[in-house]
């Protein structure tokens, strides 16, 4: 699957946000190296600190779906659905990646659209990460 087929589908899982409260949608889509794609979106709560980013919630269906082994992400964001700026996974995710991706190769694709996208390594996102070889 090619950088563009997981932004789309990144867009897709977008429109499921749940945000009442921030109004910023973000969407993510997993690509696992079998090519199977895990969507999650942004689910926010009245509590607030409950809430889960659209990467760990694709991260977690996966993961509790058996998957293991992971690709990609693609990320999109913005306000109410309209990305002005690249959305950087923040640091809780950038650590769920660390625990199941390895950092050289793991592709991080933050996305405006299909055609505007930077790509980068887990490890340039999160240098000196800890992770599970360190224990
Ligand atoms: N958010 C994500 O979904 N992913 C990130 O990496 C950064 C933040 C969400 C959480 C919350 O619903 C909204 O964006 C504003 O912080």
Known sequence: MDNKE???LALEARQMAYVPYSKYMVGAA????????????????AAYTPTNCAERT????????GEREFDAIAIVGGYKGNPTDYAY?????????????????FRVITAISEEQYLEQTLAEMLPHGFGPKNL
């Not at 996974?89 to 190769?105: D, T």
């Open 6 to 8: 997981l932004i789309k």
């Open 30 to 45: 997993l690509l696992t190296k079998q090519g199977k794609v895990y969507k999650g979106c942004n689910i926010e709560n």
């Open 58 to 65: 694709a991260f977690f269906k996966a993961v509790s779906e």
């Open 89 to 105: 996974p923040c640091g809780v995710c950038r650590q769920v990646m660390m625990e199941f991706c390895n950092p050289e190769k």
